[in-house]
C-alpha cells in the first residue's frame, strides 16, 4: 500500500495550528494533516476557567519548560509555561481577549511587511470574531459577530477592583470598557474567551467544528522530530518525521505535496527548525547538529514580556482570599459556578486591566497592569490568608531580546530559553520606575 501524502502538514494544533488547519481544509481538494504532541483536550481543568492552576505545571497540559538562569533575575530560573494539548497556550492561558494596539501593527507594517498594518488586519480580527454585546443585533464597527472566536464581558465584579480603578482615574488614567479598539489607554474590566463561563480555546474554536471533514487528518500525542528535506539540492521540506506517544514510541514519516507549516509556537518552531540542522551554523555544532542551511534568525530575537508582582494588603473589603480560605466561602464558589457558571471559578487570572505610557516620549501605552483580587506566593500555592490584592505590571515593547537554542540534537530534551530579562538600561529603569 502506498504512503499516504498530503498536501498540507502542519505542525502544532496550538491557537494557530487549529486556525490554519480549519482554514486549509475549507477547500475539499486539499489534504491536510495536523500533528499535535500533546494528549486531547478533554482534562476538565482546560475548560473550567479557574483551572489555569492545575494546567498550568501539569505535564497533561504544559511542556514544563524553564528559563535559563537568569542574570536580569538574580541568576534565578522561573518556570515558562506553553500549552501542550490542541488548542496549545489558549488552552492553558490568561484568556484575556486582547489585540495589539494600531501602532503595533501599523510598525510592523512599516518595517516592511506588507499586509500587517492596524487598518488591514482588523477586517481579519472582525471576519473570526463572536462578540457577546452583538448578541442583540448590534453592530459595532471594532467588533464582529457570528465568527468562531468567542469573546465575553467578565461575569464577575469586585468592590476592590472597581476601587483600583476610581484611583487609576485619579491619577489620570481613564475608565475603559473596551480594550480593543486601536487605543488602549485607560482602565477597566478585561473581556476573556470564553462561552457562558467556560474557556473557549482554539481547538474548540477552529477544529472540533471541522474535524469530521474527510480531507483533514488530526493526530494527536504525535511529536514532529524532523524534516524531511528534497535531495535535489533545493534543500525545500517536502514531509516531517514524528513520533506517536512521546520518545519510546512508533516512528512514522509523511510527505506533502505543497507546504510543511511549523506552527508549533514561538519555543516549539525554532527547535524543531535547529534540531533540523536550520539555523545559525556555528550555535548548531555546539549542540552536536550538522548544520544544512546557514539562517541566523533561527531561535534569535525572543521577547517577552517580564510581569513584576506586587501584592498590597489590604482592610475592610472583601478580597477572594478570605473567601478562599473559609469552608464556607469555598462551598459558595462552587455552588456559585454550578448554578450560574459564574464567582471565582469562571474568573480568568486577572479581571481588571490598567494600560499608560512609561513616559512622554512613548506614542503609546506600554505599561499593562494585571490587578486581582487575590494575592498568593507562586501559582499553585494557596491564596495569603490576609485580605489583599495583586498589581501586576509589564513592560510591551521591553528593549531586552533573548534567544532559543538547543542543548543536544534530541527533539525531546528541552531547549534552552534565554529571555534576557532587564538586559537593557532602558528595561531596568521602567522596571524600577513602575512597579
Ligand atoms: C501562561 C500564558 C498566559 C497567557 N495569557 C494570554 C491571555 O490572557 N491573552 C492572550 O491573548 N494571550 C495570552 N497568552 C499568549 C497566547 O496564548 C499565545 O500567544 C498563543 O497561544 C500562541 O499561539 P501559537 O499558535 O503561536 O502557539 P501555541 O498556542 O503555544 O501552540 C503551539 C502548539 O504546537 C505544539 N507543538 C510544539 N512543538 C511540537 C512538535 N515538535 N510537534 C508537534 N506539536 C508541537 C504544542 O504542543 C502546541 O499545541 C498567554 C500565554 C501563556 C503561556
Request: glycine share 12%; with cysteine; aromatic share 8%.
Amino acid at each position: 500500500m502506498g504512503e499516504e501524502r498530503f498536501d498540507y502538514i502542519v505542525v502544532g494544533a496550538g491557537t494557530a495550528g487549529c486556525l490554519l488547519a480549519n482554514r486549509l481544509s475549507a477547500d475539499p481538494s486539499s489534504r491536510v494533516l495536523l500533528l499535535e504532541a500533546g494528549g486531547e483536550d478533554r482534562y476538565l481543568w482546560i475548560h473550567i476557567p479557574v483551572g489555569y492552576l492545575y494546567c498550568i505545571g501539569n505535564p497533561r497540559t504544559d511542556w514544563l519548560f524553564r528559563t535559563a538562569e537568569e542574570a536580569g533575575l538574580g541568576g534565578r530560573s522561573i518556570g515558562y509555561p506553553r500549552g501542550k494539548v490542541p488548542g496549545g497556550s489558549s488552552s492553558i492561558n490568561g484568556m484575556i481577549s486582547m489585540r495589539g494596539q494600531r501602532g503595533d501593527y501599523d510598525g510592523w507594517a512599516a518595517a516592511g511587511n506588507p499586509g500587517w498594518g492596524w487598518d488591514e488586519v482588523l477586517p481579519r480580527f472582525l471576519k473570526h470574531e463572536d462578540h457577546q454585546t452583538l448578541d442583540s443585533g448590534a453592530s459595532d464597527p471594532m467588533h464582529g459577530h457570528g465568527g468562531e472566536w468567542r469573546v465575553e464581558r467578565a461575569r464577575v465584579t469586585w468592590e476592590i477592583l472597581d476601587a483600583f480603578r476610581d484611583a487609576a482615574a485619579q491619577t489620570g488614567i481613564p475608565p475603559s470598557d473596551d480594550f480593543n479598539r486601536g487605543d488602549n489607554f485607560g482602565c477597566g474590566y478585561f473581556e476573556v474567551n470564553q462561552k457562558r463561563g467556560v474557556r473557549w480555546n482554539a481547538s474548540k474554536a477552529f477544529l472540533r467544528p471541522v474535524r469530521q471533514r474527510s480531507n483533514l487528518k488530526v493526530v494527536s500525542s504525535a511529536q514532529v522530530t524532523g524534516l524531511i528535506r528534497r535531495i535535489d539540492g533545493s534543500g525545500r521540506v517536502e514531509g516531517v518525521e514524528y513520533r506517536l506517544g512521546g520518545a519510546r514510541g512508533e516512528s512514522k514519516r509523511t510527505l506533502c505535496n505543497d507546504e510543511v507549516i511549523l506552527a508549533a509556537g514561538a519555543i516549539g518552531s525554532p527547535q524543531i527548525l535547529r534540531c533540523a540542522g536550520i539555523g545559525p551554523g556555528a550555535q548548531l555544532s555546539e549542540a552536536g547538529v550538522t548544520p544544512a542551511t546557514e539562517l541566523p534568525g533561527v531561535g534569535a530575537n525572543l521577547q517577552d514580556h517580564l510581569q513584576l508582582r506586587m501584592i498590597y494588603e489590604v482592610r475592610k473589603v472583601r478580597t477572594l482570599n478570605q473567601q478562599a480560605n473559609s469552608l464556607f466561602g469555598k462551598a459558595g464558589i462552587g455552588l456559585e459556578y454550578l448554578l450560574f457558571r459564574s464567582g471565582p471559578m469562571s474568573m480568568s487570572p486577572s479581571q481588571l486591566g490598567a494600560f499608560a505610557r512609561s513616559g512622554d516620549d512613548e506614542p503609546s501605552p506600554d505599561l499593562e497592569y494585571h490587578v486581582q483580587p487575590l494575592s498568593l506566593d507562586r501559582f499553585g500555592e494557596p491564596l495569603h490568608r490576609f485580605p489583599a490584592f495583586t498589581a501586576s505590571v509589564c513592560h510591551l515593547r521591553p528593549s531586552s531580546r533573548g534567544e532559543v537554542r538547543i542543548a543536544s540534537p534530541d527533539p525531546f530534551a528541552a531547549p534552552r530559553i534565554a529571555p534576557n530579562y532587564l538586559s537593557t538600561d532602558r528595561d531596568r529603569t521602567v522596571a524600577a520606575r513602575w512597579h
